[in-house]
């Protein structure tokens, strides 16, 4: 149980003719998100023609449970306010015939909220004395919408320099094609078990053949590069090729087409080599 202290709650006094239901409530959105906040504002009355002590106004949620579908973040009217069970309760403290008081419950809606719509009961409950519940209005509970994507494109060029035998710096470039911001972007560039690690603006995984190309953030239309140099033997032959590959990024990338660059480069020996 826990328990919310509050201001001293302020009698509310009832208009002349039919006398008013001994609990009524508003709920302001009727319609949330998981996440969202809410109010439930609360009349309880006494009716009766004695006191009614301890009294509490009380908020469920038919065929379901109020506490596991909410956090109960204030109740300012309430001497306190508690959940107890499957119910949201709020302290009103002694009422005497005819008074009213009123208590307005601020609810956030768990992230795992269930969906959907619920119908909200309220009830006024005292020590001595419980009234009916009551069915209020409904509750309608729904997912927020995924944030936008954001697509990153990889792409890779090649240059080679001669110092000695063959340098080849390949140069790996990142776009956000958008249209969100990119968060937590990471690409692995790998190069040729042909050539050796020689430089790199990205973080060389251990000695493997691998880098680490991490960028923090990256906004919608923004491209940054990063290099990769690695140095031919006199004796290398081949294909050499080097890739660029997306691993990571936050939010969701939806064009996986886009993620892996690849860039071939030949060598005769390591003293001729064309990419």
């Known amino acids: 149980m826990t328990a919310v202290a509050g201001a001293t709650l302020v009698a509310v006094g009832t208009s002349a003719g039919a006398a008013p239901p001994t609990s009524s409530i508003e709920v302001n959105p009727t319609s949330v998100k998981r996440g969202d906040t809410f109010t439930i504002k609360q009349t309880v009355y006494n009716d009766r023609d004695f006191t009614i002590t301890g009294g509490k106004a009380g908020l469920y949620v038919k065929d379901g449970n109020l506490p596991a579908m909410v956090d109960l973040l204030s109740c300012p009217e ?25 208590v307005t419950f601020t609810f956030r809606v768990k992230d795992d909220a269930p969906l959907g719509t619920f119908t909200v009961q309220h009830q006024f409950i ?49 776009t956000n094609n958008g249209p969100a911001t990119a968060t937590g972007v990471r690409v692995v560039g790998t190069f040729s078990p ?43 032959s081949g294909t050499l090729t080097a890739t660029a590959q997306r691993t990571a990024s936050s939010p969701n990338d939806p064009a996986a087409a886009n993620d892996k660059a690849t860039k071939t480069c030949t060598a005769r020996t390591g003293l001729m080599v064309r990419c």
């Open 126 to 174: 005292g020590e001595n004395y419980a009234f009916e519940i009551f069915d209020g209005p409904t509750l309608t509970i729904t997912d927020p919408p995924p944030p936008p994507p954001a697509d990153i494109a990889v792409g890779m060029t090649a240059a080679v320099q001669m110092v000695g035998t063959a340098r080849i710096t390949y140069t790996i470039s990142v």
């Open 78 to 102: 309430a001497t306190a306010c508690d959940t107890l069970g499957t119910s949201v309760r709020g302290g009103v403290g002694d009422v005497a015939p005819g008074e009213s008081k009123t």
């Open 194 to 236: 042909a050539t050796s690690y020689y430089a790199s603006s990205c973080a060389r995984v251990g000695t493997t053949r691998s880098v680490n190309c991490d960028i923090a953030s990256l906004a919608s239309g923004a491209s940054v590069t990063r290099t990769l140099t690695v140095s031919t033997g006199l004796f290398t």
